[in-house]
T-cell receptor, first 111, second 113 residues
Framework: TQLLEQSPQFLSIQEGENLTVYCNSS?????LQWYRQEPGEGPVLLVT?????EVKKLKRLTFQFGDARKDSSLHITAAQPGDTGLYLC???????????FGPGTSLSVIP | DAGITQSPRHKVTETGTPVTLRCHQT?????MYWYRQDPGHGLRLIHY???????DKGEVSDGYSVSRSKTEDFLLTLESATSSQTSVYFC????????????FGEGSWLTVV
């Protein structure tokens, strides 16, 4: 049973389009993280959100942590081919727990 | 870069042979992890360590063993490799100075034929 679900599983869009990726759980997390993984490499941290309702922006990427701290979203504005990759959300229930990863969303941005 | 080195980066081995993957860190982080990544399954935790000689099982530990005799090194051993262990293996680290952030190595591609 996946404690963290991600949707959609696959996404293929044209350059310039906007998109949103979702990370959902029935559990409360003390923090959620988003990673991006490019082919042939390990995942790299994009952002950590820790406060319910928090919104963080990283250039064209906007991350939001749900008010109840059970879900998160990643919105990309005007997607570019360089955004192509696997986006993973990860959560920690308490500071003493292991990090739990979602299954990932594979994004392909077509020029 | 988080100072994590995995070796070997690529390996082809025969069914039934032992295989050891090595992870070396230069960050002095307390926690070290071994994950495998397969299509349709995402990242799955094999084993992790919270200190020298302190290890615990993850969700897919069967067929794998680990050892951590020094802070900087975490070894993953497949005692008798099977084709189902063909995968990409990632080592990762985290520590008190990284919060809950996990830093990943570049991966080791293992093919069992």
């Amino acid at each position: 049973t996946q404690l963290l679900e991600q949707s959609p599983q696959f996404l293929s869009i044209q350059e310039g389009e906007n998109l949103t990726v979702y990370c959902n759980s029935s559990s409360v997390f003390s923090s959620l993280q988003w990673y991006r993984q490019e082919p042939g490499e390990g995942p790299v941290l994009l952002v950590t959100v820790v406060t319910g309702g928090e919104v963080k922006k990283l250039k064209r990427l906007t991350f939001q942590f749900g008010d109840a701290r059970k879900d998160s979203s990643l919105h990309i504005t005007a997607a570019q081919p360089g955004d192509t990759g696997l986006y993973l959300c990860a959560g920690v229930k308490t500071s003493y727990d292991k990090v739990i990863f979602g299954p990932g969303t594979s994004l392909s941005v077509i020029p | 870069d988080a100072g994590i080195t995995q070796s070997p980066r690529h390996k082809v081995t025969e069914t039934g042979t032992p295989v050891t993957l090595r992870c070396h860190q230069t960050e002095n982080h307390r926690y070290m992890y071994w994950y495998r990544q397969d299509p349709g399954h995402g990242l799955r935790l094999i084993h992790y360590s919270y200190g020298v000689k302190d290890t615990d099982k993850g969700e897919v530990s069967d067929g794998y063993s680990v050892s951590r005799s020094k802070t900087e090194d975490f070894l993953l051993t497949l005692e008798s490799a099977t084709s189902s262990q063909t995968s990409v293996y990632f080592c990762a680290i985290s520590g008190q100075y990284s919060g809950n952030t996990i830093y990943f190595g570049e991966g080791s591609w293992l093919t069992v034929v």
